[in-house]
């Protein structure tokens, strides 16, 4: 089956008024549970009962895993980590030691993070037949909140959790994950925006500004 691309307009950050043009693949709809255990049954000697089981037992194998705190690994897929969250209602806790300390009782399990595997990539690459959707060129990528407005998102956002990352900041302000990127990594380098990073490279979130670990 062939899969859909357009061509995304991306306002360019570095040249205020230009615009890039980024592929973006057409998602049409998604896979279920059921559906994929029919596939993998049909190359197995497995029933599709018997795959849906395994899928789901792996589900919850990943989660006691994460709830011990580890990461889980699995070759040809991902990893998967967890991430922390300040439960809703509760204060953050001040960098400088002033405040609430904040204990368990106040912290979650806020998100899942994923990285695909290498060879996920590469596999879906070389299984994927491209066709350039039929007037395949999409509108600017625009968000409706001004910059102003999406940096008070981002910092609303981060009283509340311990990071963000691109892919959720680009989720709160619409804007493409390009773009997303490149705003996070200019508010960070604003003096008094209140965004600051921690981590370095793939593992790379931002957090409010006083206690992010310095590049």
Known sequence: MVAKYIMQEVKDLNNEGDTLLYPRMVIRDSCGTDELAEYISAHTSFSPAEVKGVIELLGHGIARTMAQGRSVRIDGIGLFTP???????????????????????????????????RQLVRETDLACNLERESGGKSALCRSRYTPQERLALAKRYLEEHPVLTVGTYASLTGLSRTTAGKELRRWYETEG??????????????????GEERK
């Open 83 to 117: 991430s922390l969250a300040i439960k809703e209602g509760k204060e953050r806790e001040e960098p400088d030691g002033s405040g609430t300390k904040r204990n368990a009782a106040s912290i979650r399990v806020g998100d899942v993070r994923f990285r695909a595997d």
């Open 193 to 210: 925006s209140g965004i600051g990073i921690s981590g370095m490279g793939t593992h790379r979130v931002y957090v409010l500004r006083g």
